[in-house]
C-alpha cells in the first residue's frame, strides 16, 4: 500500500526550532517530488514547496522561502520540514503529499498531517 | 501568482441533488488543474487531476470539466458521503495556489 506517514503533533514556544517528519512506504520513494502544504486553523490549503528525495532538489515557494527548509533522508526513505526560529503564525496543520508526476502535478497521495503549536 | 477563486464559497444542498462548483484562474492555466475533497479532520483526496480526468476509485457522480480559466466540478447526485470541503488546485506555475474552497453542507 502507498502510504505517507507523518510525525506527530509538537507544541513549541516562538524562537524554537523544530523538525518534522514524513516517511514514504509502498513505492519508489526515489521517484517521486514530495508537496508540504499548509492549513492554519479554519483556514484553506497554503502550497509550500517541494522536494526531490532522488537528489533532494528542492523548489519554495516565494511565501515561504527563506522561512522553512525541506530536506531528505534517503535511508530511511523520509522527507523533513523543518524551521529554525518558530513564530506563533507557524501554528498550522502540515501536510505532506506526493506529487503525481514531475514538480507540477496534482497530489495522489496525503500523509495525516501534523499538527504544529506554537505558543509561548 | 496566479489567483484561483471558487464559488460559491458555502453551498447547502439536498441528498440526490446536482450540484455544481465553480473554479476561475487569474490567468490561463490550460488544463493544469486539481479538485480536492476534504474532511473535517482529514488530509484532502485527490477526486480530478488535468481539469477532467477522474481519479481511480472516486466514483463516477463526479465529474470535472473546462480549460483556461474557467473550471466547473460537478455532483451528479449528492450522497451523504459528498458532504464536506472541496479545493480547486493549479499547478500550471511553480507558485502552485488553492481556490479558498468550497463548504457543501445539508440544506
Known amino acids: 500500500e502507498v502510504q505517507l506517514v507523518q510525525s506527530g503533533a509538537g507544541v513549541k514556544k516562538p524562537g524554537e526550532s523544530l523538525r518534522i517528519y514524513c516517511k514514504a512506504s509502498?513505492?519508489?520513494?526515489?521517484?517521486?517530488?514530495v508537496a508540504w502544504v499548509r492549513q492554519r486553523p479554519g483556514k484553506g490549503l497554503e502550497w509550500m514547496g517541494v522536494?526531490?528525495?532522488?537528489?533532494?532538489?528542492?523548489r519554495y515557494s516565494p511565501s515561504f522561502q527563506g522561512q522553512v527548509t525541506m530536506s531528505v533522508d534517503k535511508s530511511v526513505k523520509t522527507v523533513h520540514l523543518q524551521w529554525s526560529s518558530l513564530k506563533a503564525s507557524d501554528t498550522a496543520m502540515y501536510y505532506c503529499?506526493?506529487?503525481?508526476?514531475?514538480?507540477?502535478?496534482?497530489?495522489?497521495?496525503w500523509g495525516q498531517g501534523t499538527m504544529v503549536i506554537v505558543s509561548s | 501568482d496566479i489567483q484561483m477563486t471558487q464559488s460559491p464559497s458555502t453551498l447547502s444542498a439536498s441528498v440526490g441533488d446536482r450540484v455544481t462548483i465553480t473554479c476561475r484562474a487569474s490567468?490561463?492555466?490550460?488544463?493544469?488543474l486539481a479538485w480536492y475533497q476534504q474532511k473535517p479532520g482529514k488530509a484532502p483526496k485527490l477526486l480530478i487531476s488535468?481539469?477532467?480526468s477522474l481519479q481511480r476509485g472516486v466514483p463516477s457522480r463526479f465529474s470535472g470539466s473546462g480549460s483556461g480559466t474557467e473550471f466547473t466540478l460537478t455532483i451528479s447526485s449528492l450522497q451523504p458521503d459528498d458532504f464536506a470541503t472541496y479545493y480547486c488546485?493549479?499547478?500550471?506555475?511553480?507558485?502552485?495556489?488553492f481556490g479558498q474552497g468550497t463548504k457543501v453542507d445539508l440544506k
Open positions: 490567468q490561463s492555466i490550460n488544463d493544469w
Open positions: 503529499a506526493r506529487v503525481l508526476t514531475g514538480t507540477l502535478d496534482a497530489s495522489d497521495v
Open positions: 488535468k481539469a477532467s
Open positions: 509502498g513505492y519508489s520513494f526515489t521517484s517521486y517530488w
Open positions: 488546485q493549479q499547478y500550471k506555475s511553480h507558485s502552485v495556489t
Open positions: 522536494v526531490y528525495p532522488g537528489d533532494s532538489d528542492t
